[in-house]
T-cell receptor, first 115, second 116 residues
Framework: KNQVEQSPQSLIILEGKNCTLQCNYTVSPFSNLRWYKQDTGRGPVSLTIMTFSENTKSNGRYTATLDADTKQSSLHITASQLSDSASYICVVSANYGGATNKLIFGTGTLLAVQP | DAMVIQNPRYQVTQFGKPVTLSCSQTLNHNVMYWYQQKSSQAPKLLFHYYDKDFNNEADTPDNFQSRRPNTSFCFLDIRSPGLGDAAMYLC???????????????FGPGTRLLVL
């Protein structure tokens, strides 16, 4: 069964600190893995995307890693800011052939950055 | 510069009163999706269009219908909303990314539906 599990479910950190969010998946056939940031009441916004051959990708203060062997990914946030408070969703894409992929969503990690 | 636009952002309807949510895109993507997202849950795919081809998820209730009159617009019709249909409804579009051999999906800001 295709599944994406994220940990922790929620996290509180102080402004300026770093944090790492985890994603484990069992999705086949694997196409790519994305991390999305979803602000409360808004649609998800893509932060990073990685295919099978990529093991790290950065976007500003966000750095994602992918270990395709262990089927694990992490999102590291450096020097957190209050605006980083959001839900972070790991989404793994399965391609069964053809031009559309099936997206399997994790339930997200809710991050709260406090002053 | 909005790429995926959803209207309205907030919709209040009465129990059993039909409601239509709209989505438009300026990306000229051939695939459009509707997701339902309830509080603290992951988005759940309802259906998608690949061009004019409609693809329904097996567990999408019959109460939900969709129309795509042209490439740019897609509508979600809820024929008889129940209290359990209160949720955020997300529209997304995608196109095939040859470089990545996969899709890139772009989400709209969502429409939050409240059923009274």
């Amino acid at each position: 069964k295709n599944q994406v599990e994220q940990s922790p479910q929620s996290l509180i950190i102080l402004e300026g600190k770093n944090c790492t969010l985890q994603c484990n998946y069992t999705v086949s056939p694997f196409s790519n893995l994305r991390w999305y940031k979803q602000d409360t009441g808004r649609g998800p916004v893509s932060l990073t995307i990685m295919t099978f051959s990529e093991n790290t990708k950065s976007n500003g203060r966000y750095t994602a890693t992918l270990d395709a062997d262990t089927k694990q990914s992490s999102l590291h946030i450096t020097a957190s800011q209050l605006s980083d408070s959001a839900s972070y969703i790991c989404v793994v894409s399965a391609n069964y052939g053809g031009a559309t992929n099936k997206l399997i969503f994790g339930t997200g990690t809710l991050l709260a950055v406090q002053p | 510069d909005a790429m995926v636009i959803q209207n309205p952002r907030y919709q209040v309807t009465q129990f059993g009163k039909p409601v239509t949510l709209s989505c438009s895109q300026t990306l000229n993507h051939n695939v459009m999706y509707w997701y339902q997202q309830k509080s603290s849950q992951a988005p759940k795919l309802l259906f998608h269009y690949y061009d004019k081809d409609f693809n329904n998820e097996a567990d999408t209730p019959d109460n939900f219908q969709s129309r795509r009159p042209n490439t740019s617009f897609c509508f979600l019709d809820i024929r008889s909303p129940g209290l359990g249909d209160a949720a955020m409804y997300l529209c997304a579009t995608s196109t095939w990314d040859r470089q990545r051999m996969g899709e890139t999906q772009y989400f709209g800001p969502g429409t939050r539906l409240l059923v009274l």
